[in-house]
């Protein structure tokens, strides 16, 4: 199948000849702008000048919740402006996407759409989950979107981490974390609060969006709302959050209910609370997140120029993310971008380790488990949401579940730090999996392999502070780096600095 329209009067030519698929023969199909060398009017902004290109849009990709993995024959759909969060039988939806209408262009088409946004402010493509709108929200109208262009993020080459800790040349860290809110959750955010946009713009009953979250979704919930002046609601456990955790949702203006109890108590909360009020529910149950979500798998791709790597390691609690990212390259063989996917790798806390239990079973039995405390809080998770999407993504990936001890996670991710990276405890979890799978020579010291960064470093201040001052109980904090007490005089200076130059200085 040609490539098509959207290059029709665009600054790019393609190879191939272009020439329109026969159902699609609107070259308007797609817009993107079309005047390279034309500035805007001083008095439109670049929200207004997508408004009067969309005039033209004409939608003919679709998408719709189905019940996740449904059976064949199985007939239930909802529109994606409904209020649904779970199937009849109680189950989990996923967002299914009309493929026989994607199928219409071909890979070079999509490879090259996606290639041409990146870098731009062009609204909405500006963001890394929006230059996929047409795989992400097709028809959502770009006016609706609330974006803060992100996505995009660095696909950092570990060069010295690979070579000094593993053997490895071709070592990857995808930092999905150096983001607006400082987590991946931005990804999945932006799409969740510009669908309730969409919704209350078709006055449907949606007065503010809620969550139960001690960390990163309650972040982003709060900033999203906030730039589109929609309320949000935060449910939070009393006395169990750090002041990095609470500040976000606070000065994002959200409102914040501190509820005296834990975390299972606060989503039990909400839950009855969203059944009974017009409040839209934001937690990882709703599937709209995982659209947005699954954007760094194809980014991924993308920033490799669709040279597929031979892993892909993601550190998960909850268990939506490691779907996302199953979802995201799986669509891109299917639509012919790329011919494989990378094999799967999910990393447990050692602490909270349901799906590592259940992947050592043989797939067996299932059982929740109760989670202790650990370093990787956002991953503190004994009964896992999205269980079933991930053990579907890893069946289906050749996948393998591996577990860090706090131990374990703590040192890799000091390691890591010691090799210029900023990474967070859950980073330090999927390394250390990476460890563990290239010590049992499962991972190739050539493979070339990603590991999926999930929040800013930046956030877990606290947990590096403890460990290098070597001040967490049973952990022998291998790798501190504590600063070096000293009095202020010239001598003890020259003393402590000649004895540190002489360590360092090479051996000849
Ligand atoms: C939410 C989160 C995770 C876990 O993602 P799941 O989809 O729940 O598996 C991991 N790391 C960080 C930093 C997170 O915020």
Request: hydrophobic residues 40%.
């Amino acid at each position: 199948m040609a490539s098509s329209s959207l290059f029709q009067g665009s600054p790019f030519s393609l190879k191939s000849n272009p020439s329109l698929p026969k159902s699609h023969a609107s070259p308007t199909h797609f817009t993107i702008k079309a005047s390279k060398h034309h500035r805007r009017p001083a008095d439109e902004n670049i929200r207004d000048e997508a408004r009067r290109h969309n005039a033209t849009h004409n939608h003919r990709l679709s998408a719709k919740y189905v019940p996740f993995n449904a059976d064949p024959s199985s007939t239930e759909s909802y529109s994606l402006d409904e209020i649904v969060y779970r199937s009849q039988s109680g189950g989990l939806l996923d967002v299914q996407h009309d493929m026989e209408a994607l199928k219409k262009y071909d890979g070079e088409y999509w490879r090259s759409l996606f290639d041409s946004r990146v870098g731009k402010t062009t609204w909405p493509y500006g963001s890394g989950v929006w230059s996929k709108k047409e795989w992400v929200l097709p028809e959502i109208d770009s006016d609706d979107i609330v974006s803060a262009f992100e996505g995009n993020s660095n696909l950092f080459w570990a060069e010295r981490y690979g070579k000094q800790f593993l053997g490895m040349s071709d070592l990857w860290v995808k930092h999905c974390g150096i983001s607006h809110t400082g987590s991946f959750k931005d990804l999945g955010m932006t799409v969740l609060v510009s669908q309730v946009n969409r919704l209350r713009k078709m006055n449907r009953p949606v007065v503010g969006v809620g969550c139960a979250s001690t960390g990163d979704t309650s972040a982003a919930l709060s900033a999203y709302c906030a730039a589109a002046g929609i309320p949000a609601i935060v449910f939070l456990p009393a006395n169990k959050i750090s002041m990095a955790q609470l500040v976000q949702p606070i000065a994002n203006g959200a409102f914040v209910l501190s509820i005296d109890t834990d975390f299972d108590g606060c989503m039990q909360l909400i839950r009855e609370v969203t059944a009974e009020l017009p409040i839209y529910l934001a937690n990882s149950l709703n599937s709209l997140r995982l659209e947005g979500q699954k954007t760094a798998a194809i980014e991924i791709l993308q920033q490799f120029d669709w040279e597929v790597p031979d892993w892909v390691i993601v550190p998960g609690g909850n268990l939506g993310n490691i779907y996302a990212f199953y979802k995201g390259f799986h669509m891109c063989k299917e639509l012919g971008l790329v011919d494989r996917i990378p094999r799967l790798v999910c990393a447990q806390a050692a602490n909270a380790n349901p799906l590592y239990l259940y992947f050592k079973s043989g797939w067996k039995e299932f059982k929740a488990i109760r989670a202790s405390t650990t370093f990787a809080s956002a991953i503190q998770i004994g009964d896992p949401v999205s269980i079933d999407r991930a053990v579907y993504a890893l069946k289906n990936s050749n996948g393998i579940v591996e577990e860090a001890t706090e131990e374990e996670l703590m040192d890799a991710m000091s390691q890591a730090d010691s090799t210029g990276m900023f990474i967070c405890p859950h980073t330090g979890v999927a390394l250390s999996a990476l460890t563990k799978l290239r010590n049992s020579g499962v991972i190739k010291p050539t493979d070339r392999t990603v590991v999926v960064s999930t929040a800013h470093g930046l956030k877990f201040a606290q947990s590096k502070i403890d460990y290098h001052s070597k001040n967490i109980k049973d952990m022998a904090c291998r790798f501190a780096n504590p600063p070096v007490q000293v009095k202020a005089d010239f001598g003890s200076v020259m003393d402590v600095l000649k004895k540190y130059l002489l360590s360092k200085a090479p051996k000849y």
